[in-house]
C-alpha cells in the first residue's frame, strides 16, 4: 500500500491501480475540475482545468517539498509520498483564468443550450470561475454545423477539449473528428463528405462537457432538470448495457450510458439509445380481452386473472413459449405457473433474434450479434424446469406430443416476432392460445386471450447477459393504462398473497437454481457475475473449462 | 427560539377589563363609529360589471399574461422553460422545436398557460431572459369550460396585440425611461414625463372589450 496526502487528507492506495491525481484527489473526497481528462479516454492534458500544486514528502524526514510551477493532476500518476494541493490561493487563481478564458470566446446562449443544467462551463463558472466578467457579453449565438445523422456541432460552444476526437479514434476507431486550424482559430470538423455516423457516434454528446455536440433526436426536446433518471439495462442486445432512463411524466427523452466497467464501461450504442420510441408507439397492444363469439371482450384487471385462472385449469394439458425478453423472475413465474396446473407441460424458449455478426470496435465495445437481453436467464429457468431448452421450432411438436390444449406466448418483442414459421402448424393442432405481447401480429388473430405486455422501462426485474452477469433494475416509468406486467400477472395467478416484488422473487430463483446462487442477497448496481463460483474454481487451476461439468463441481 | 426552561421567556398576563368595559358599551361605539365614518368616505369598491376597476399602474398589474412578438412580429419566446421552470404553480406547458427562421435556433411550437392553476404571481414575467412573456392588466378572466382556460400560443400572442399601446412591453419602457442598471448604483433619474402613451381609461376599455370578444371565440384560436 502506497500512502499520499491530498489536502492534508491521508489516502491509502496501490500503486498497480495506476491512478492519476484526479482520481487521488476523489478517494479523499476531494473534487479537482477538469474537461479534457475522461476516464476512458488516452491523457491529453490540455485544458489546464485541473492544474495543482504538487510536492514529494520525503519518507526519511517527513519534509515536504513543493514543485514551483502547477502542474496538470491528470497528468501525475499516483505515487508513494505525493503530496496535491487543490485549494490554495495559487491554484483557486489559476482555475479563474483559465475559465475567464474560455469565457472569453463562449457564446452566452445558456437558455437555449442543450446542455445547460448539466453543463460543466456552468459548474465549473460557479465553483470556480470570476464573481465577475471582465470581458464584455458576448457573443449570443453559435454558428451550427450538421456533422451527421444524429449529431449536430455548435462549432462556437467548443471548448476544445478534445474528448469526442479521441473518441472517434480510441473506443469507436472511426476517426471521423478532427480539429481544423490553430490558436483561436481552433475548430471541430468533420472531412467533408465524411459524416460521423459510427455506431457509436451518440456517445460524443454524452462526453461533451459543454452543448458543442447536440442529439438530433433529443435536440431541444425537453430541459435537463425535467428529467429524472433511472437506472436500467439496454435490452437490445445481449451485451446488456447499463444505462439511465431519463424520463419526465412517464415519457422517455433519452437514455445515456451507465458506468459499468463490466459491461459498457461509459458508452452505448446508437442501437440500443435510439430504439426507445416504440415504448411510446400508439400502436402498442393495450388492455386484456378475450375472444366472444361476436368478436372480442374486454376484461379488466381482475375478471382477467379470474378468467385465465379458470380457462387454464379447465384446459389441463398447457404449454408455454418463454420470451428472452422476459425478466428471470417473469420467466420463471411463468413457468411455474404453467407447471402448477400441468405438471409435465413442455416449455420452449421465444424466438431470439439473430442479426448479422458482433460488431466489436477498437476501445472494447461489443454490440451482440443476439437482439434480445436474457437468453442465458431465461434458458436457465427452462433448463431448471424440464431439464433441457427447446428452442421455439419444436413447439408444434412438442404440443402434439404432448397433447397441449392451451398454449401462452409471451413475446415482448420490440420489433415483433421475427419468425412465425411454426404457427401454421400450430394452428394445424387447433390449441388455443393466450397472447401476452407488445404489439399485434398474426398471433392476435387466432388469440383466445390478447393481453398487453409492458415494455423494458416500464417493469421491475434481472436480466442475464450474454457473459452471465446479472443486473436488476427498478421500472423507470409506469406503464400505459391497460398493460398487465407478467409478473404482477403471474403473481395473482399463482394466487400468491401481497404484492410482486421482483427481489425476492430473485431471492427464491437463487435458492432453487444453482445457475443463480450468486444472486443470494443484495444485487449491486453494476450486476453480479454469475459464474463467479465457476471461476473461483477455475483459478484454483483444478477444471479451466467453464462448461457444465465445473457448475457441478462449483 | 427559546428553549422550555431557559429564563428567556415573558408571560404576558390579560389586562383585566374595567367594570365600564365589562359592559362592552365603549366597544360598541367605537365599532359603529368606524362603520358610520366609512358609510360616509369615498368608495373604494366599484359597481362591476357595469364599472370597471382601473388598476392605478397597469404596468406592473398581474392579470392575464401575454407573449410579446418580436419586431418581425414573431414570437420573441426563445422556449428556454425558464418561465415554467419558475412557475411555482406548474401551469406552462412550453414544446420546443427548431425554428424556422434563419436568425434564431429554438422557438416554442406549442405554448399553454393554465389560468386555473396559475396563480397570477409574476414569476414568469421575472424568469425571462428576452421579456417575452409579461403579465398585463386583464383581471376579468372567465370561460365556459376548462379547457377554454387553458391559453394557447395563438390566444396569448393575441392579447398582446390588444395590450401593447396601452401597456408597451418592458423594452421600449425601458428605453423610454433610460438603462435599468445605473453605474455607481445609485436611483434611476427622474422619468421624463409622457415618454410613453399614459394608459388612458379609453385605451384600457377596448382592450377589456376585445378580452370580452377573446372568451366567446372558441379555444385554441
Ligand atoms: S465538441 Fe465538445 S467534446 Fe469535442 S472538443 Fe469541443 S468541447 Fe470537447
Ligand atoms: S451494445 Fe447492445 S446492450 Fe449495449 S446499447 Fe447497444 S444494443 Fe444496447
Ligand atoms: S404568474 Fe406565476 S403561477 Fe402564473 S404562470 Fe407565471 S409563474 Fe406561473
Ligand atoms: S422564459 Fe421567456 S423565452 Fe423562456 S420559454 Fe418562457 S417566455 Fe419563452
Redesign the interface.
Known amino acids: 500500500m502506497a500512502i499520499a496526502l491530498v489536502d492534508g487528507i491521508v489516502v491509502e492506495f496501490d500503486e498497480r491501480e495506476n491512478l492519476n491525481g484526479i482520481q487521488l484527489a476523489r478517494r479523499a473526497g476531494v473534487e479537482i475540475p477538469h474537461y479534457c481528462w475522461h476516464p476512458g479516454l488516452s491523457v491529453v492534458a490540455s485544458c489546464r482545468m485541473c492544474l495543482v500544486e504538487i510536492g514529494f514528502r520525503n519518507a526519511v524526514t517527513g519534509e515536504v517539498r513543493l514543485l514551483p510551477k502547477l502542474v496538470a493532476a491528470c497528468n501525475t500518476p499516483a505515487q508513494d509520498g505525493l503530496v496535491l494541493v487543490t485549494q490554495s490561493a495559487k491554484v483557486q487563481q489559476a482555475r479563474a483564468m483559465v475559465q475567464e478564458d474560455l469565457l472569453l470566446r463562449h457564446p452566452v446562449d445558456c437558455p437555449i443550450c442543450d446542455k445547460a443544467g448539466e453543463c460543466l462551463l456552468q459548474d465549473y463558472y460557479y465553483r470556480y470561475g470570476h464573481r465577475q466578467r471582465r470581458a464584455p457579453w458576448g457573443p449570443f449565438t453559435s454558428r451550427r454545423k450538421d456533422i451527421g445523422e444524429k449529431i449536430t456541432l455548435f462549432v462556437d460552444r467548443c471548448i476544445m477539449c478534445s474528448r469526442c476526437v479521441r473518441f472517434t479514434r480510441e473506443i469507436s476507431g472511426t476517426a471521423e473528428l478532427m480539429i481544423v486550424d490553430r490558436g483561436n482559430h481552433q475548430e471541430i470538423d468533420i472531412f467533408p463528405g465524411f459524416p460521423i455516423n459510427n455506431k457509436l457516434s451518440g456517445n460524443v454528446v454524452d462526453l461533451c462537457p459543454v452543448g458543442a455536440l447536440g442529439d438530433k433526436e433529443f435536440l431541444y426536446k425537453q430541459r435537463v432538470w425535467y428529467l429524472t433518471s433511472h437506472p436500467s439495462v439496454c435490452v437490445q442486445c445481449a451485451t446488456g448495457c447499463s444505462i439511465w432512463v431519463d424520463e419526465n411524466q412517464d415519457r422517455i427523452w433519452r437514455l445515456r450510458p451507465r458506468e459499468n466497467p463490466f459491461v459498457n464501461k461509459w458508452w452505448m450504442c446508437n442501437d440500443g439509445r435510439y430504439a426507445y420510441p416504440y415504448v411510446h408507439s400508439p400502436q402498442r397492444l393495450v388492455g386484456a380481452r378475450r375472444k366472444a363469439p361476436d368478436g372480442w371482450c374486454d376484461l379488466d384487471w381482475s375478471s382477467l386473472v379470474e378468467e385465465l385462472r379458470q380457462f387454464l385449469e379447465q384446459k389441463e394439458r398447457l404449454a408455454a413459449v418463454v420470451s428472452p425478453f422476459l425478466t428471470v423472475e417473469e420467466a420463471y413465474l411463468l413457468c411455474r405457473a404453467i407447471r402448477q396446473v400441468d405438471p409435465r407441460a413442455p416449455l420452449v424458449l421465444g424466438d431470439v433474434p439473430q442479426v448479422g455478426e458482433d460488431e466489436r470496435f477498437p476501445g472494447g465495445f461489443a454490440i451482440a450479434r443476439e437482439k434480445c437481453p436474457n437468453r442465458r436467464g431465461v434458458e436457465e429457468v427452462i433448463a431448471h424446469f424440464i431439464g433441457r431448452v427447446p428452442p421455439v421450432e419444436e413447439l408444434p411438436e412438442l404440443v402434439r406430443r404432448h397433447g397441449a390444449q392451451a398454449v401462452w406466448l409471451s413475446g415482448e418483442y420490440p420489433q415483433g416476432w421475427a419468425k412465425l414459421e411454426w404457427l401454421p402448424a400450430l394452428a394445424e393442432l387447433g390449441v388455443a392460445l393466450i397472447v401476452h405481447d407488445l404489439f399485434p401480429s398474426a398471433l392476435c388473430d387466432r388469440a383466445e386471450f390478447v393481453v398487453g405486455a409492458p415494455a423494458f422501462a416500464e417493469k421491475a426485474g434481472s436480466y442475464v447477459n450474454r457473459h452471465d452477469r446479472l443486473q436488476s433494475v427498478p421500472a423507470a416509468i409506469r406503464p400505459p393504462k391497460g398493460v398487465f406486467p407478467a409478473g404482477r400477472l403471474l403473481w395473482r395467478l399463482l394466487g400468491q398473497e401481497g404484492t410482486y416484488e421482483p427481489a425476492s422473487v430473485l431471492q427464491e430463483v437463487a435458492r432453487n437454481i444453482s445457475y443463480f446462487r450468486a444472486a443470494l442477497g443484495t444485487i449491486p448496481p453494476v450486476g453480479v457475475d454469475l459464474k463467479v463460483n465457476l471461476l473461483a474454481v477455475a483459478e484454483n487451476g483444478t477444471v479451466n473449462d467453464l462448461g457444465t461439468e465445473s457448475l457441478m463441481i462449483g | 427560539m427559546s428553549q422550555p426552561g431557559t429564563k428567556k421567556i415573558r408571560w404576558v398576563n390579560e389586562t383585566p377589563l374595567s367594570p365600564i368595559e365589562r359592559t362592552y358599551i365603549p366597544l360598541v361605539v367605537q365599532g359603529l363609529a368606524t362603520t358610520i365614518r366609512h358609510l360616509f368616505s369615498k368608495k373604494i369598491t366599484v359597481q362591476f360589471p357595469e364599472e370597471r376597476y382601473q388598476p392605478p399602474d397597469p404596468i406592473i398589474y398581474r392579470g392575464v399574461h401575454r407573449l410579446n412578438r418580436d419586431e418581425k412580429g414573431r414570437v420573441k419566446c426563445?422556449?428556454?422553460?425558464?418561465c415554467s421552470?419558475a412557475c411555482p404553480a406548474r401551469c406552462i406547458d412550453i414544446e420546443?422545436?427548431?425554428s424556422p427562421w434563419p436568425d434564431r435556433?429554438?422557438y416554442p411550437v406549442r405554448f399553454t398557460i393554465d389560468m386555473l392553476r396559475c396563480i397570477f404571481c409574476g414569476m414568469c414575467e421575472e424568469a425571462c431572459?428576452?421579456n417575452a412573456i409579461e403579465l398585463t392588466s386583464l383581471y376579468d378572466l372567465s370561460g365556459k369550460s376548462r379547457e377554454e382556460m387553458v391559453f394557447d400560443k395563438n390566444k396569448l400572442l393575441l392579447i398582446y396585440d390588444w395590450t401593447k399601446d396601452a401597456e408597451p412591453p418592458l423594452e421600449r419602457l425601458i428605453a423610454a425611461v433610460g438603462t435599468r442598471e445605473v453605474p455607481g448604483g445609485q436611483s434611476p433619474p427622474e422619468a421624463p414625463e409622457e415618454t410613453w402613451p399614459p394608459a388612458d381609461a379609453a385605451a384600457f376599455d377596448r382592450v377589456a372589450e376585445r378580452a370580452a370578444e377573446a372568451r366567446l371565440s372558441p379555444p385554441g384560436t
Do not use: D, I, M
Not at chain 2, 426563445?78 to 425558464?82: D, E, G, R
Open positions: 426563445v422556449a428556454c422553460f425558464l421552470t420546443a422545436g427548431e435556433e429554438k431572459p428576452v
